[in-house]
């Protein structure tokens, strides 16, 4: 057995012979040539080529490679641990490309070697597990994405136009917008060119199926067609002005409506408006028909 002659050092085999610009210490090689073999630090014990080595440092301290042949077992390809720690993985790259960033206990957290090819290890009372930031000042960096060990995605806008978008998914071939989060909160689901509104939360150009929807709290509900003062106008002048406008009277038309949106909560209204003057006049024609019915009546028995 070969033993370098610094005694914290031993190499299990003998040097062999190698070709300049070669120096090998055991399976420590130091290379100072041209070409492939510039000056690097290479631990395995290839001699053939560049590639098949443990370690490979090269010139200007780029770290080529690190590679573990043999066999499919799952096992470190290269770790980092916090000082006095024999235990856990801070940063840790498995054989078969996987990399763990965190706290890990080795391999016992292994799981299958299909596994995702990155993993973050947050503790659960830890705060954030990713983080990014804008590093405009490097004296004060910004966070504007995190994620939580709960799982808790959260965006942190730094923009200050209220329109700017904070979050997108854009079609790859159209081009267009999909899905959309402004700055002020608004979303848009759909092409952003079809729909628009500048009071809206939600945007959505498409179908929306739904089982149930409520609306809270909605605004100038027609109760008052049943009070007294309420001035209903005669059937003459509603078959009037029908003819006229081929619309019912306080009934937005095609016309209007193709320059304006139509209100859900403000239609309902408006419809149970006419539902409700439409029970008047029910009412109001069955007292009459009652009336004539009894005049009949007292015809009859003449």
Do not use: C
Not at 273 to 298: D, F, H, P
Request: hydrophobic share 35%; proline share 4%.
């Amino acid at each position: 057995m070969h033993r370098s002659r610094n005694p914290s050092l031993s190499f299990n085999t003998r040097p062999k012979a190698l070709p300049s610009p070669f120096r090998r210490l055991g399976n420590l090689i130091l290379t100072n040539g041209n070409g492939i073999y510039r000056k690097r630090l290479l631990v395995g014990n290839s001699t053939i080529d560049d590639v098949n080595y443990l370690l490979n440092i090269k010139q200007f301290s780029e770290l080529r490679g690190i590679l573990f042949t043999g066999n499919s077992t799952l096992r470190q390809a290269f770790e980092v641990k916090l000082f006095n720690n024999s235990s856990n993985s801070q940063f840790l790259i498995l054989n078969n490309g996987q990399t763990r960033i965190g706290e890990f206990d080795n391999l016992t957290n292994s799981g299958s070697i299909n596994d995702p090819m990155l993993l973050i290890g947050v503790k659960q009372n830890a705060n954030k597990g990713i983080s990014v930031v804008n590093n405009s000042n490097i004296s004060n960096l910004v966070d504007v994405f995190n994620v939580y060990a709960n799982g808790k995605t959260e965006i942190i806008s730094t923009t200050i136009n209220a329109s700017d978008d904070v979050f997108t998914i854009t079609n790859l071939n159209t081009f267009s917008k999909n899905f959309a989060i402004k700055n002020n909160g608004q979303v848009i689901i759909g092409s952003k060119a079809s729909v628009s509104h500048p009071n809206a939360e939600l945007m959505i150009n498409g179908t929306v199926v739904a089982k149930e929807i409520y609306v809270t709290k909605p605004a100038d509900w027609p109760d008052y067609v049943f009070d007294n003062n309420y001035k209903l106008l005669p059937l003459t002048e509603v078959e009037a002005f029908y003819k006229k406008e081929k619309h019912l009277p306080n009934v937005p038309s095609e016309k209007e409506l193709k320059k304006t949106d139509l209100s859900l909560t403000g239609m309902n209204a408006m419809l149970l408006k006419k539902i409700e003057e439409l029970t008047i006049y029910a009412v109001e024609l069955n007292k009459e028909l009652i009336t004539i019915k009894k005049e009949l009546e007292l015809l009859k028995v003449k």
